[in-house]
């Protein structure tokens, strides 16, 4: 998907998977930073558009988008916000759960591979690039012996050690030092990235 005249919007994507029942697990926590984000920006993310629940905070040019199509089908949710509102795929910026990462720790990056996040992975497929803003938020990895495989680790619920972690992780993703920060999220994904 090429790049159109920029609208000066940006897309700001949590990914999770929509039914209750995955409501508070690992996979689930790209959700729960957008959430975060949208109460600070006083923005409701109820509006049903794009196969997403949708918020758009005008003041701010943002809009929140938290797909409803299940993890890995994320990418066509987005491919559609992309094309209706014509924003460049370096103004999509995507936070999600990230395995190879400690809990509390995020990263942000733009670009790179998808490391085998299927909500990842289904994003670049639909853009046709992988040219947009990663907030990886660590989720930490299952012990190794005797423990569940990745994906039931991360389809799984918090111990309740990790959920009493989970309110300052939320915060610094949607707080200053996350989505909220511009400038600070754009030197950090220059060093990760080498350009913006």
Known sequence: MEDKPSTGEHLIVGLGNPESEYADTRHNLGFACVRELAKRLGVKVDRKRWDSLVGHSESRGVWLVMPQTYMNLSGQAVAKAVRDIRVPSKQVWVVYDELDLPLCRMRIRLGGSGAGHNGVLSIISSLGTADFVRFRVGIGKPA????????????????????????????????????????????????????L
Do not use: C, M, N
């Open 144 to 195: 190794r012996k005797g423990s569940h495989s990745g994906r039931h680790y991360v389809l799984g619920r918090f111990t309740k050690a990790e959920s009493e972690r989970i309110p300052t992780i939320v915060d610094g993703v949607a707080g200053r030092r996350g989505l909220s920060s511009p400038g600070r999220w754009r030197a950090r994904a220059q060093r990760s990235a080498g350009r």
